[in-house]
T-cell receptor
């Protein structure tokens, strides 16, 4: 079945450091890919998405490119801020799976001032 | 700002009590979902609905039940709460039309503690 694997955390960075959170997926069809963010005490929010190969999703300085050849959707940000401290979830949605969303296990990011 | 509302935000209750977690959305979405989030953060789909009078069990077995009598309302009920039900419960919805690239919209969750 479909699955998402993302790097384990926690990830601890200093402010203005470069961020990469790795995400790879397995899917039988042609999924859409998402990154969601969860701030403390809140639900998940959509951060960015990509619906087909080579698409780049971007939002709030975060970017991720849909790489079909490597089945990856790594999240990057050039300069993190303390306010980026949160849990990040990679996810896929595949129409062949009944339109359900499959989530990775989440990666907690701490950014120090 | 959330267009999907969950109440209560926090609930502490004794073993054996019946509870209902409320979830409402104002976006007219057909599809709604309940996820259980364990302390390790992982999300498990426990129920979903494709519209009024449609409910399905998710990937994680759950003793809870759901109903979908109105499009905007998707409550989750535990008939007899147990300490193993202690968790965070997240409600979500997604746009109609059957397109699988619709993202999920989440509420802020209910954190349930059963003593």
């Amino acid at each position: 079945g479909d699955s998402v694997t993302q790097m384990e955390g926690p990830v601890t960075l200093s402010e203005e450091a470069f961020l990469t959170i790795n995400c790879t997926y397995t899917a039988t069809g042609y999924p859409s890919l998402f990154w969601y963010v969860q701030y403390p005490g809140e639900g998940l929010q959509l951060l960015l998405k990509a619906t087909k190969a080579d698409d780049k999703g971007s939002n709030k300085g975060f970017e991720a490119t849909y790489r079909k050849e490597t089945t990856s959707f790594h999240l990057e940000k050039g300069s993190v801020q303390v306010s980026d401290s949160a849990v990040y979830f990679c996810a896929l949605s595949d129409g062949t799976g009944g339109f359900k969303t499959i989530f990775g296990a989440g990666t907690r990011l701490f950014v120090k001032a | 700002e959330a267009d999907i509302y969950q109440t209560p935000r926090y609930l502490v209750i004794g073993t054996g009590k019946k509870i209902t977690l409320e979830c409402s959305q104002t976006m007219g979405h057909d599809k709604m979902y309940w996820y259980q989030q364990d302390p390790g953060m992982e999300l498990h789909l426990i129920h979903y609905s494709y519209g009024v009078n449609s409910t399905e069990k998710g990937d994680l077995s759950s003793e809870s039940t759901v109903s979908r009598i109105r499009t905007e309302h998707f409550p989750l009920t535990l008939e007899s709460a147990r300490p193993s039900h202690t968790s965070q419960y997240l409600c979500a919805s997604s746009e109609p039309g059957g397109i699988y690239n619709s993202p999920l919209h989440f509420g802020n969750g209910t954190r349930l503690t059963v003593t």
